[in-house]
Every structure is written in C-alpha cells, then in structure tokens.
C-alpha cells in the first residue's frame, strides 16, 4: 500500500497566517492527490484534486502543489473558519490511502 | 443539491454482519460512482471502496473477503454490508459521491459530495 506522511501533526496559526502542510507518499504516485478538510462532527469537505485543481467554491487561499512523492497544501491568510483537520489522499492504486491529518489550531 | 444520508444500526456485535444504506436525495446516481469511508476513533480516514452506478465495483483489498458494496437504482440507494464484524470495525462510516474526471490524459477521482456519516459500534 502506498503510506502517506503528513508534517505537521498539529499546527498553532493566527488569523492572517500562511500555513503550509506537506504530504509525503512512500512511492511516487504522479499527481494523484486530493486534499480534504474536516471539522469535528462534519464530513469532509473536498478542497482540491489532481493535486493543484481547486474544487468549484474553494477560496482561492488554498492553493495545492507537487507531484511524484512530495505535495504542499497552502492556505494563504487563514480565516477563523479554516481552522480544522486536513488530509491529503491519493487515488494512483488500490487501496486508495490518507494521510494522517494535520489539524491547524488556533495560537 | 445533492445530498447523501446514511443509515443503519448504531450498535452491531461482533461476528455478526453490518448493513449500512445511504440515500441520495437531489439528483441520480447515474454517471457517478459511489463510495465508502469510514474513520475509526483516533485513527485516520480509510477509504473502503466504490461502486460505479452501473454495478461495477472496486474495493481495499484487506477487506474484500468481507465487504459488499451494492447499488439500487430504482430506490436512489447504494449499500454496504461488511460481515465477521470485530472492534476494529467501530468507526464513523461515511458515504460519499465519487467523480471520476477524464482530463484527455488522465481520470482523476475525488470525493465532492458526502453524507453526515453514522457511528457504528461493535461491541456485545
């Protein structure tokens, strides 16, 4: 299976902050990554695919990079409601596998 | 606007077999595959597997001996069941629209439209 290493964990950002969480998959895995928000008792909420594709009504604050092994999830001038639990997941081959999580807190 | 919301038992024991339904409200499940994610306390997302609306299907290895997805398209449903149910299985079981996207070179799948999801326990 293809293992994927969010960094960081846990992350504390202030309102107005740029915060980047980066994805590392254990085998290249081309550009084949989505990235996911969660907030707790919510469902995720799709944020971008194909790696850098902004889904329809995303803020244009987030912002997604990288292809092979390393992807970059940004978030330009963090907003109160971006504080939550961030997963990157990849869709190259079966099983498809999240990450982690990374959850922005607030500092 | 498409909406997905599961249902089943809250409470399963173990051995026995878990059936969970999610309902699409606001648009058919044509075109699209449908799909499962469940997450476990403390644990990450993991992605158990989908069903295209035509019946094909796809699913995490690990638990394809026990994991049966179906589709009824007359009632605007498609199901899980997962039998020899054990702890492991306690988790939050998300279902969720899946979007296979052809860009000219590429299919590109991501997950845009999920249910609430339901919490469900296996314990005696």
């Known amino acids: 299976d293809v293992q994927l290493t969010q960094s960081p964990s846990f992350l504390s950002a202030s309102v107005g902050d740029r915060v980047i969480i980066t994805c590392r998959a254990s085998?290249?895995?081309?550009?084949?990554v989505a990235w996911y928000q969660q907030k707790p008792g919510q469902a995720p909420k799709l944020l971008i695919y194909?790696?850098?594709t902004l889904h329809a009504g995303v803020p244009s604050r987030f912002g997604g990079s990288g292809s092979g092994t390393d992807f970059t999830l940004a978030i330009k001038n963090l907003q109160s409601e971006d504080f939550a639990t961030y997963y990157c997941?990849?869709?190259?081959?079966?099983?498809?596998?999240f990450g982690q999580g990374t959850k922005v807190d607030i500092k | 606007q498409v909406h997905l919301q599961e249902s089943g038992p809250g409470l399963v024991k173990p051995s026995e077999t878990l059936s969970l339904s999610c309902t699409v409200s606001?648009?058919?499940?044509?075109?699209?595959?449908w799909t499962w994610v469940r997450r476990p306390p403390g644990k990450e997302l993991e992605w158990l597997g989908y069903?295209?609306?035509?019946?094909?299907?796809n699913y995490d290895p690990s638990l394809r001996s026990r994991l049966t997805i179906s589709i009824d398209t007359s009632k605007n449903q498609f199901s899980l069941t997962l039998t020899s149910l054990t702890a492991a299985d306690t988790a939050v079981y998300y279902c969720a629209r899946l979007h296979g996207l052809w860009n000219g070179s590429q299919t590109h799948y991501f997950m845009d439209v999920w249910g609430k999801g339901t919490t469900v326990t296996v314990s005696s």
């Open positions: 194909a790696a850098s």
């Open positions: 085998q290249a895995i081309n550009n084949y």
């Open positions: 606001g648009g058919s499940l044509s075109r699209y595959y």
């Open positions: 997941q990849h869709y190259f081959i079966y099983p498809w596998t």
């Open positions: 069903i295209f609306y035509s019946g094909g299907t």
